[in-house]
């Protein structure tokens, strides 16, 4: 049974997102620090296939199509799955939408043949698949600065296993954690 990841960016403070009204620019140090831009094409590159809800999969299609290089060529040619109860357009390459519950669809996906199930934002489909227990990995990608505010990734009590910390020139941090062994707790 294939893994899923959570990729997720979080503020120094913690938070998934920034407070409403709060320009959310989650990479203010990520263009110019290639070490990180390198990692992120590494773990980009991994996935079996990437997931994602309705409103991160209209930023992206909108934005990776047109790119070129390493982090590109992966968003581009692996699949896409969106999780989304309402119709959307897909206008990006090799895309499938998941419209049943969340737990049915996970479990369908995680069952095919392949590489991890690689989800990305929105921090309401990732807040919904930590509180799910479905996820079986966390890549978080700190940033070097604080929002004072906004949306957490986890709302409630959630034990994680430290399995790898990668720090980068300009302050970026990459912290993997698996689910802290049950019987540990």
């Known amino acids: 049974m294939r893994p899923l990841v959570l990729r997720h960016s979080l503020s120094l403070d ?3 997102a ?3 009204g709060v320009h959310d620019d989650f990479f203010l140090e990520y263009d110019e620090d290639e070490e990180f831009v390198a990692h992120m094409a590494t773990v980009l590159g ?3 296939v ?3 809800g309705a409103r991160t999969y209209r930023d992206m299609a909108g934005y990776w199509p ?3 290089g390493p982090e590109a060529d992966a968003m581009n ?4 799955v969106v999780f989304s109860r309402s119709p959307i357009d897909t206008p990006w390459a090799t895309t499938t ?17 392949g590489g991890p199930i690689l989800a990305h934002g929105g921090v309401r489909l990732a807040q919904a698949l930590v509180r799910a227990d479905l996820v079986d990995e966390y890549h978080l990608l700190i940033s070097p600065f604080a929002h004072g505010g906004g949306s957490p990734l986890f709302t409630e009590l959630t034990r994680l296993k430290l399995i790898d910390v990668t720090s980068f020139p300009r302050g970026n941090l990459a ?3 698996s689910r802290a062994d049950e019987a540990s707790s």
């Open 14 to 16: 913690g938070y998934a």
């Open 18 to 20: 920034a407070p409403a």
């Open 46 to 48: 991994s996935a079996g």
């Open 50 to 52: 990437h997931a994602m």
């Open 66 to 68: 047109f790119q070129k």
């Open 77 to 80: 040619a692996i699949p896409k």
């Open 97 to 113: 939408v998941c419209s049943g519950d969340l737990a049915t669809e996970v479990a369908a996906l995680k069952a095919q043949d």
């Open 175 to 177: 912290l993997t954690y």
